[in-house]
């Protein structure tokens, strides 16, 4: 099982390659972890091998490799979320392509070449109603067939999906690994590293701190919101510069990162930030605490169409009349919930 290049994830890509050299694979898979991890590489490959003609399977040379490279090949399917984040479940009588129900109806048809791989990446960005109507494909597939469930955890995967899967959970790359990763990119030693630190080991994440322009504006955003936790006065601060760049969930994730950093440098008295993320870090440990937690409730209200821009404002507001408290022992308590 050719798992080249791929960094990290020793265990998890020993159990796989027990799988096929047992030949016990399940027919349906489920990868779950934060996002630019790798799951969905993992779960090319594995599908890869079942096509493959060449040796090293996949070997990435032969004419099926290189079709699902491509995108084209016949019985290689990958669903993934639309441009709002959700897979949706479709009409019964339509079936639009990309939905839950044109899915199902894609799997139901004889393979071309006798096999079919199919990524679902984004279980749980399928409403209740949309995974409901999988649970028959999932429970029992096509003899001929391989799905791999991808998702960033599964608390929001109905129980009875996660009951007719193997699960295999990804865990965050090291630092180490992303350094290295970016620096085969091309990248500076000082940003791969700086990128690496604020990540939170997500390789998707850290590329995008390594994009100068949009890594100045969220620090510009950080900047913004930890000048008012410290000093108060008027917040008026947005996301839409960096969302001209990045999805909402995204510039969150990477604020979430950068002050869970702050948080383990308080805890830890370890070193301060890098230069360029000077004017970001907060000293009271309670006001990191209460910020990571907003941020991971506007992050959670993404689903509930929350105002961000209205949330982000009242929320810190809220917050400032607390900034100075100081209390490292509600940090201790509260700590294992941010």
């Given at each position: 099982?050719n798992?080249?290049?791929?960094?990290g994830?020793?265990?998890?890509?020993?159990?796989?390659?027990?799988m096929?050299?047992?030949?016990?694979?399940?027919?349906?898979?489920?990868?779950?972890?934060?996002?630019?991890?790798?799951?969905?590489?993992?779960?090319?490959?594995?599908?890869?091998?079942?096509?493959?003609?060449?040796?090293?399977?996949?070997?990435?040379?032969?004419?099926?490799?290189?079709?699902?490279?491509k995108?084209?090949?016949?019985?290689?399917?990958?669903?993934?979320p639309?441009?709002?984040?959700?897979?949706?479940?479709g009409?019964?009588?339509?079936?639009?392509?990309?939905?839950?129900?044109?899915?199902?109806?894609?799997?139901?048809?004889?393979?071309?070449?006798?096999?079919?791989?199919?990524?679902?990446?984004?279980?749980?960005?399928?409403?209740?109603?949309?995974?409901?109507?999988?649970?028959?494909?999932?429970?029992?597939?096509p003899?001929?067939?391989?799905?791999?469930?991808?998702?960033?955890?599964?608390?929001?995967?109905?129980?009875?999906?996660?009951?007719?899967?193997?699960?295999i959970?990804?865990?965050?790359?090291?630092?180490?690994?992303?350094?290295?990763?970016?620096?085969?990119?091309?990248?500076?030693?000082?940003?791969?590293?700086?990128?690496?630190?604020?990540?939170?080991?997500?390789?998707?994440?850290?590329?995008?701190?390594?994009?100068?322009?949009?890594?100045?504006?969220?620090?510009?955003?950080?900047?913004?919101?930890?000048?008012?936790?410290?000093?108060?006065?008027?917040?008026?601060?947005?996301?839409?510069?960096?969302?001209?760049?990045?999805?909402?969930?995204?510039?969150?994730?990477?604020?979430?990162?950068?002050?869970?950093?702050?948080?383990?440098?308080?805890?830890?008295?370890?070193?301060?930030?890098?230069?360029?993320?000077?004017?970001?870090?907060?000293?009271?440990?309670?006001?990191?605490?209460?910020?990571?937690?907003?941020?991971?409730?506007?992050?959670?209200?993404?689903?509930?169409?929350?105002?961000?821009?209205?949330?982000?404002?009242g929320?810190?507001?809220?917050?400032?009349?607390?900034?100075?408290?100081?209390?490292?022992?509600?940090?201790?308590?509260?700590?294992?919930?941010?």
């Open positions: 099982m798992f080249s290049n791929i960094h994830h020793t265990a998890q890509l020993q159990r796989i390659r027990q096929v050299q047992r030949r016990m694979i399940p027919q349906t898979l489920m990868f779950s972890g934060i996002d630019g991890i790798g799951k969905r590489l993992v779960a090319m490959r594995l599908l890869s091998s079942f096509f493959c003609t060449g040796d090293a399977s996949p070997c990435g040379r032969c004419t099926a490799c290189r079709q699902i490279e995108g084209i090949h016949p019985d290689f399917i990958i669903l993934s639309n441009q709002k984040g959700v897979i949706p479940i009409s019964e009588e339509k079936k639009e392509p990309g939905s839950v129900r044109w899915l199902i109806e894609r799997i139901s048809r004889k393979p071309i070449t006798g096999s079919c791989g199919v990524i679902l990446d984004g279980i749980d960005r399928i409403a209740e109603e949309g995974q409901n109507a999988l649970l028959k494909t999932i429970e029992e597939p003899n001929s067939t391989h799905l791999v469930l991808i998702a960033q955890g599964g608390a929001s995967v109905l129980p009875t999906i996660l009951s007719r899967c193997i699960h959970k990804f865990y965050p790359l090291g630092e180490d690994d992303i350094a290295d990763m970016l620096a085969g990119r091309g990248i500076a030693p000082r940003d791969a590293d700086a990128a690496a630190a604020f990540c939170g080991g997500s390789m998707s994440l850290a590329l995008h701190l390594c994009d100068s322009v949009v890594k100045q504006h969220l620090l510009d955003l950080c900047r913004e919101i930890s000048a008012f936790l410290t000093s108060g006065g008027i917040f008026d601060a947005t996301l839409g510069a960096a969302q001209k760049y990045l999805d909402t969930t995204t510039i969150l994730d990477i604020l979430i990162n950068i002050y869970r950093r702050n948080l383990n440098e308080i805890i830890r008295g370890g070193s301060a930030a890098p230069p360029e993320f000077s004017g970001i870090y907060l000293d009271n440990p309670r006001t990191v605490v209460n910020l990571i937690k907003i941020l991971l409730a506007l992050k959670e209200g993404q689903s509930h169409n929350l105002n961000i821009r209205i949330g982000l404002k929320m810190l507001y809220s917050l400032y009349s607390d900034a100075n408290a100081d209390s490292l022992g509600y940090i201790q308590n509260d700590y294992q919930h941010v």
